[in-house]
């Protein structure tokens, strides 16, 4: 089993950066592959970034392409997404997943963490 825990979420302003973290215990390591999602209200859970734990290869959502930065320090089992230019519309509850590679769905997830981009 793996656990997760989000932090760094907030408010700020349109423009701005924030830097999400995801600490990571348990069974993790180059089989799994580590994820961002977001939901905000009235909408429903939508994928924002990936990353492979062991080679760190990354997709994301079209939505934050280029805004968005996911990447990972092995050495810390922490997992971030560093958001820049954030614009009203990514205000939502963001949640680390991880899931074992070529799974077909996310196993474990965070409790997420607030973030509130103010116009």
């Known amino acids: 089993q793996v656990q997760l825990v989000e932090s760094g979420g907030g408010l700020v302003q349109a423009g701005g950066s924030l830097r999400l973290s995801c600490a990571a215990s348990?069974?993790?390591?180059?089989?799994?592959?580590m994820g961002w999602f977001r939901q905000a209200p009235g909408k429903e859970r939508e994928f924002v970034a990936q990353?492979?734990?062991?080679?760190?290869?990354?997709s994301y959502a079209s939505s934050v392409k280029g805004r968005f930065t996911i990447s990972r320090d092995n050495a810390k089992n922490t997992v971030y997404l560093q958001m820049n230019s954030l614009k009203p519309e990514d205000t939502a509850v963001y949640l680390c997943?991880?899931?074992?590679?070529?799974?077909?769905?996310?196993?474990?997830w965070g409790q997420g963490t607030q973030v509130t981009v103010s116009s």
């Open positions: 348990g069974r993790t390591g180059s089989s799994y592959l």
């Open positions: 997943a991880a899931k074992v590679l070529f799974a077909s769905t996310w196993t474990n």
């Open positions: 990353i492979n734990w062991g080679g760190g290869i990354t």
